[in-house]
């Protein structure tokens, strides 16, 4: 079989079938090549790093869950180099094509199992959120997406990157599927007030074009606006070096034992990683852990609306150094959801500047399967919203 290999590592008819039935009878799995899969070594979007491994002996925990509920797997999908960007590239086995936007970037680092559901090859795709790895592919790409309450589903087998902030997620094409997911992978029930706020200060990181749709959307909900309290430039400063610093304990020995694995762009994030100290380390986790009790007092009964990302897709062609600044822009957005370990869903609201765009809902923490159907029965006026902010006044 041939196969994409921008977008997948291995794929089947199926790879593996269900072991079980239930809610996600029918549907097909696009899987992360960080979760282990048994048979195969985790590849992690690294050309040379599975040759060192042997293959799984059992499958992650998030992905016998899904095989029992009846879904079957039907590959495992590329990631970015060590899941360690947002772009959707990988250097050695190339950037696959956005199917919402050919001529722009895809979004990262859940990229394969993103545009795997994009095509329609798959109906489920399994991925992670460490920053925003499936808020981002999400808007990119027009597809529905949510980044769990950290902890909350189980992450055995799956291999890590910043632990403080790895979270499961998954993309779909409809708000039913991603539901449907939920249900699997989160039992129980939970309960999120619909009462919406909005940040000013926070949205206006974005470009204006999106500014305008979150503001409208915002007005359409009904949300009141809050103060965070936040010093996002600060903030993230603390995310990246604690995120870095972690990264460096996770991956930094192979890395030094395999110089030139890596291709550039993620090489340098990992080269400034094994410069940051421990005590560098726990002074930002300071700093995080007094943003964390802002953001969560604020939200303790409220749900957040903000802009899924700071601009439209860059296209596939812009300077590294171009796409390295607007990854900083978005990640000021993403990263108070993945400070806070709060559950994050983008919403596909149509396209703005020419390319697809999402807005995104933060609630608080341990209301997942709650804000998946908020977010459903908020979508039409979210896409109205943000439509109509794009007409002249």
């Known amino acids: 079989m041939t196969i994409d290999?921008?977008?997948?590592?291995?794929?089947?008819?199926?790879?593996?079938?269900?072991?079980?039935?239930?809610?996600?009878?029918?549907?097909?799995?696009?899987?992360?090549?960080?979760?282990?899969?048994?048979?195969?070594?985790?590849?992690?979007?690294?050309?040379?790093?599975?040759?060192?491994?042997?293959?799984?002996?059992?499958?992650?925990?998030?992905?016998?869950?899904?095989l029992e509920a009846g879904a079957e797997i039907t590959g495992i999908a590329q990631t970015d180099e060590f899941a360690y960007s947002i772009s959707g590239g990988n250097g050695r086995f190339g950037m696959p094509v956005n199917p919402a936007a050919p001529d722009r970037v895809p979004g990262g680092s859940s990229s394969g199992p993103a545009v795997a559901v994009?095509?329609?090859?798959?109906?489920?795709?399994?991925?992670?959120?460490?920053a925003g790895s499936i808020r981002v592919p999400g808007a990119y790409q027009g597809l529905w997406g949510i980044r769990t309450s950290h902890g909350r589903v189980d992450t055995r087998g799956l291999l890590p990157l910043a632990p403080s902030f790895d979270t499961v997620g998954w993309l779909t094409r409809d708000a039913q599927t991603l539901a449907a997911v939920a249900e699997c992978l989160i039992p129980g029930t939970d309960s999120v007030p619909d009462r919406f706020v909005i940040e000013p200060y926070v949205c206006a990181v974005a470009e204006p074009g999106i500014v305008a749709a979150a503001r409208s959307a915002g007005l359409a909900l009904g949300a009141e606006p809050v103060d965070l309290g936040a010093d996002l430039d600060t903030w993230y400063e603390a995310f990246r070096t604690v995120q870095a610093f972690e990264a460096w304990a996770q991956h930094g020995p192979w890395i030094s034992a395999h110089p030139g694995a890596l291709e550039a762009?993620?090489?340098?994030?990992?080269?400034?990683?094994?410069?940051?100290?421990?005590?560098?380390?726990?002074?930002?986790?300071?700093?995080?852990?007094?943003?964390?009790?802002?953001?969560?007092?604020?939200?303790?009964?409220?749900?957040?609306?903000?802009?899924?990302t700071a601009a439209p897709p860059?296209?596939?062609?812009?300077?590294?150094?171009?796409?390295?600044?607007?990854?900083?822009?978005?990640?000021?957005?993403?990263?108070?959801?993945?400070?806070?370990?709060?559950?994050?869903?983008?919403?596909?609201?149509?396209?703005?500047?020419?390319?697809?765009?999402?807005?995104?809902?933060?609630?608080p923490r341990g209301t997942d399967r709650s804000l998946i159907r908020l977010a459903s029965s908020s979508a039409a006026v979210l896409a109205e919203a943000t439509q109509s902010s794009k007409e002249p006044s």
């Not at 994009?118 to 460490?130: I, K, Q, S």
């Not at 002074?283 to 957040?304: C, G």
């Not at 860059?314 to 957005?333: F, G, K, N, S, Y």
Request: hydrophobic share 50%.
């Open 118 to 130: 994009a095509r329609g090859e798959v109906t489920v795709g399994l991925g992670t959120d460490t």
């Open 5 to 66: 290999a921008t977008v997948w590592r291995a794929r089947g008819a199926p790879l593996v079938p269900a072991t079980g039935s239930g809610v996600l009878s029918g549907h097909t799995v696009a899987v992360k090549d960080l979760y282990a899969v048994a048979g195969f070594a985790i590849g992690a979007g690294v050309r040379s790093y599975p040759e060192h491994d042997e293959p799984e002996p059992r499958h992650a925990a998030a992905v016998t869950a899904l």
């Open 265 to 308: 762009e993620v090489a340098g994030r990992f080269a400034y990683a094994a410069t940051v100290r421990e005590a560098a380390a726990t002074a930002a986790r300071s700093v995080l852990a007094d943003a964390a009790a802002q953001i969560r007092e604020v939200l303790a009964r409220r749900v957040l609306v903000l802009p899924s």
């Open 314 to 363: 860059p296209h596939r062609a812009i300077a590294v150094a171009d796409r390295e600044a607007a990854r900083a822009h978005t990640l000021r957005l993403t990263c108070l959801a993945s400070i806070a370990g709060l559950p994050a869903v983008t919403v596909p609201v149509g396209r703005i500047g020419g390319a697809p765009a999402g807005l995104c809902l933060v609630g």
